[in-house]
Structure formats: C-alpha cells, structure tokens
C-alpha cells in the first residue's frame, strides 16, 4: 500500500478519535469562523501562510488539508483592542493545527512553552493542562512533546504572543490558593486600583474568592470531570479573561 495512503488513513483515525473524544467532554466544536469571530478571508491568507511555513500540524504531523490555522493572542483580544487586525492575522501570531485541535488550543487546555538553548536556540514544548492530560494523551498529544516551526525564525510565532497564551494557561490551572500573580512596581499610581503596598490580592480578591468554583471541578471523580468539562472550559475562559482584566486594570505589566 501506498504510505501516503497509510499516512492518510491513519490520520483520519485519530481524527475521528478526537472528534469522539469532544462529543464525549461535551465540547461542541468553535472552530468555524462565524462562532470565534474570525474573518473568513484572513483566515484564508493565515493558513496559507502557516502552510508556507510549518507544512503540516505542528503538534500531530497531520496533513495540511486537515487543519485550520490558530491564533494564539486571540481575535476576542484583537476586538478588544489590546492587538491589532494586521498583528492578529499575521503569520507570527498564528500556528498550524489540526482542525481537531484548535478548539482545545482556544480553551487553554493545552499551551506551548519556550526556553532557549545557548546551542539550538528557541525550543518549544507543548503543556497541557492536569485536568486534561488522560483525555489529549488518548489522541496523542502530550506534555513535554518538543515541537517545532518551520521556515525562516522571524516567521515563528513572537515570544510575547506565547508567553500571553502560557500565562493564560497557567493562570487557568493552577490548584485553588496558590495563585500568585505578578505584583506591579511599588510606586504610587493616580491611575492605579492598587494601593502603595503593591497588594494586587486586594484588587483581584473579587475573583479569587470565586477560585473554590474551578476547584470544585477539579475534585470530581473522573465520569462526572467529564460531564462537567466543557463547562468547565467555558469557565476558565471567562475566568482567565475576568483576571488578566483586573490585573491590567491594576498596572500589571502582562507582556
């Protein structure tokens, strides 16, 4: 048999995996541009783009045809205005997923985490949440998997647009009362929510005190995790959101 055609069936199976594997968590998919808010047309030109560069999935190794470009400082951000519509659909804040796979990169259950080598220079890893883990370990995709970006290295994906979506990640799953953000300078701002102290609890303590909530998920037996997962996505979403907007709003410098 042809090894494309292996390639391409055995592609398809783990496809199909995930799919079971989102109807199974209750994930319905929001990968389709009407639903993110994406534009259709950029997209078109992301893609393209991200096919220049990397080929393939650069997590699974799947075929371009079975994936979709993902940004990672998402369009809600772009709307928002903290990033602009051309930074927002350019080829340094987008990468190459399977189709499968945006929507968990969309809902922060998995990340990529960059460290430098004096030798290889950047190195990438993926990260994926606790929570999780069984769940994406079924469709292969692991925490500590060494991934890589093709082309030229000033078409990679910026530093400050992964270390966004890794902040968020980590924000997202940390075990309830270790949260321990950033604190500002300890100056005086007229501006600032935040007292001469530096006490950014105060400011974010609104939200913490609802912590217990994504906690309370978190110590569910594994059938009722399940049940509740796409809520629970849905929650830290929201919740990340909630947070990294109280800490702007308090001074905090999130790069």
Same mark, same amino acid.
């Given at each position: 048999?042809?090894? *494309? ?22 994930? !319905?998919?929001?990968?389709?541009? =009407?639903?993110?808010?994406? *534009?259709?047309?950029? $997209?078109?030109?992301?893609?393209? !783009? ?17 994936? $979709? ?11 928002? =205005?903290?990033?602009?519509?051309? !930074? ?45 883990? *069984? ?10 998997? $060494? ?19 890794? $902040? ?28 001469? *102290? =530096? ?28 049940? =509740? ?19 702007? !709003? ?6």
């Amino acid at each position: 048999m042809n090894v *494309d055609v292996v390639f391409q069936t055995e592609s398809a199976k783990l496809e199909k995996q995930i799919k079971s594997l989102e109807k199974r968590l209750g994930m !319905a998919s929001t990968t389709s541009s =009407g639903s993110t808010g994406r *534009d259709t047309n950029q $997209q078109k030109k992301l893609k393209s !783009a991200l096919i220049q560069r990397d080929k393939q999935c650069v997590v699974l190794k799947h075929h371009s045809d079975m994936c $979709q470009a993902a940004q990672i400082v998402p369009v809600a951000d772009c709307k928002a =205005g903290r990033i602009s519509v051309d !930074a927002c659909y350019d080829v340094t804040n987008g990468i190459l997923l399977s189709s499968s796979l945006v929507d968990w990169f969309d809902h922060h259950t998995f990340s990529i985490e960059e460290s430098n080598d004096l030798n290889s220079g950047r190195i990438f890893h993926i990260r994926v949440a606790p929570l999780f883990a *069984d769940e994406l370990c079924t469709v292969s995709v692991k925490d500590g998997m $060494q991934i890589t970006f093709g082309g030229p290295s000033d078409k990679w994906p910026l530093r400050k647009h992964l270390l966004n979506h890794f $902040q968020k990640f980590q924000l997202a799953h940390q075990p309830c009362g270790t949260v321990d953000p950033p604190r500002p300078p300890r100056h005086q701002d007229s501006n600032s929510t935040v007292g001469h *102290d =530096g006490d950014l609890e105060d400011a974010l303590d609104p939200l913490l005190r609802e912590l217990p909530l994504k906690q309370a998920v978190t110590d569910q037996p594994k059938d009722n995790m399940m049940a =509740g997962a796409s809520t629970s996505a849905m929650w830290i979403d929201l919740w990340v959101t909630d947070v990294v907007e109280q800490m702007l !709003a308090a001074g905090v410098q999130i790069v």
